[in-house]
């Protein structure tokens, strides 16, 4: 289990910042006087609102990405540093995103750029092995 232990660990931390983006909207939503289920009708709730949907919507693309490019690159990386290494890089990428959007939608981006080429890293890291694997049987 000592293998996937550097993995896990950032899979647990990327659902923690995801837990933090709620916990903005939640204080976003106390500040702006607004209640749910309203996502509207302030800009703070609403760039809040949006990074946490916005992480959401990767969340699926980048947490089995992360795991399946450690499970095919684990020959090469036992202990799964190297992938680790790259979800880190991901959760950089969403931290700065969240904080730049609440600061000002135009300084969302170079987060943005920074999560999807871990993802990019990651998902093509894991389909290129899963190819090679496949093809030499």
């Known amino acids: 289990m000592q293998q996937y232990a550097y993995v896990a660990i950032v899979t647990l931390v990327a659902l923690l910042v995801y837990f933090w983006m709620g916990l903005r909207v939640g204080t976003a939503r106390r500040i702006s006087g607004i209640d749910a289920p309203a996502m509207t009708g302030h800009p703070a709730l609403e760039r809040a609102v949006r ?15 992360l795991w399946l490019c450690h499970i095919f690159w684990q020959p090469q990386d036992p202990a799964g540093i190297i992938v680790s290494a790259i979800g880190a890089v991901w959760i950089v ?17 170079l987060g943005f750029y920074i999560q999807a080429l871990a993802t990019a890293v990651l998902l093509f890291g894991a389909l290129g092995k899963a190819i090679t694997v496949l093809v030499a049987g």
């Open 93 to 109: 990428g969403r931290i700065l995103y969240a904080l730049g959007y609440a600061a000002d939608p135009a300084k969302r981006a």
């Open 51 to 65: 990074a946490h949907a916005n992480t959401l919507e990767w969340l699926p693309i980048f947490l089995p990405s």
